[in-house]
T-cell receptor
Framework: DTGVSQDPRHKITKRGQNVTFRCDPISEHNRLYWYRQTLGQGPEFLTYFQNEAQLEKSRLLSDRFSAERPKGSFSTLEIQRTEQGDSAMYLC???????????FGQGTRLTVV | AQSVTQLDSQVPVFEEAPVELRCNYSSSVSVYLFWYVQYPNQGLQLLLKYLSGSTLVESINGFEAEFNKSQTSFHLRKPSVHISDTAEYFCAVIASGGSYIPTFGRGTSLIVHP
């Protein structure tokens, strides 16, 4: 068990470009979450998967955002046509049951210039 | 829907002094409660959790929190802080019977001065 890993750790992109982040959860965990965190704020829920099914999406997840979890393993979060307001830390977490604590990755820090 | 309030955005304290970080929650159903710690440019690490049983829970590094249902609180305490405790602390709640998605507070920055 190597914990939750996220790639890349940092991403700088120009406004209007598309970006994709990857998350590898703890292998036996069936639940996977994406959160966004801005400076001085707590993590804000974006979406979650149970196995390969995306079961809930936040209103924060505009139509420029899409997430997938093929085969219930790793997950990707894509942001199309990035805007400066998308600059944030994107956190992935996984958990193995309900109720259970979520284990977080180190995050991907996105800077849109 | 559940929510979490962390009233103190910053708590400055001197080394070896006691500290309390406050957390209040709102939920119409029973809850599960968590405290996480975040160091700069890192993800969140679980500090302690209340799922059931004893309302007083402890971490391995000297923190404790008590679930108080009547006050809807889960305050975090440590009797003597160290410089290394300087970090952001987040309280989180999961409401039972729903999606079991953790909801986080805005966080409290604990600043320990020598």
């Amino acid at each position: 068990d190597t914990g939750v890993s996220q790639d890349p750790r940092h991403k700088i992109t120009k406004r209007g470009q598309n970006v994709t982040f990857r998350c590898d959860p703890i292998s036996e965990h069936n639940r996977l979450y994406w959160y966004r965190q801005t400076l001085g704020q707590g993590p804000e829920f974006l979406t979650y998967f149970q196995n390969e099914a995306q079961l809930e999406k936040s209103r924060l997840l505009s139509d420029r955002f899409s997430a997938e979890r093929p085969k219930g393993s790793f997950s990707t979060l894509e942001i199309q046509r990035t805007e400066q307001g998308d600059s944030a830390m994107y956190l992935c977490a996984s958990s193995g049951g309900t109720p259970a604590e979520a284990f977080f990755g180190q995050g991907t820090r996105l800077t849109v210039v | 829907a559940q929510s979490v309030t962390q009233l103190d955005s910053q708590v400055p304290v001197f080394e070896e002094a006691p500290v309390e970080l406050r957390c209040n929650y709102s939920s119409s159903v029973s809850v599960y409660l968590f405290w996480y710690v975040q160091y700069p440019n890192q993800g969140l690490q679980l500090l302690l959790k209340y799922l059931s049983g004893s309302t007083l829970v402890e971490s391995i590094n000297g923190f404790e929190a008590e679930f108080n249902k009547s006050q809807t609180s889960f305050h975090l305490r440590k009797p003597s802080v160290h410089i290394s405790d300087t970090a952001e602390y987040f309280c989180a709640v999961i409401a039972s019977g729903g999606s079991y998605i953790p909801t986080f507070g805005r966080g409290t920055s604990l600043i320990v001065h020598p």
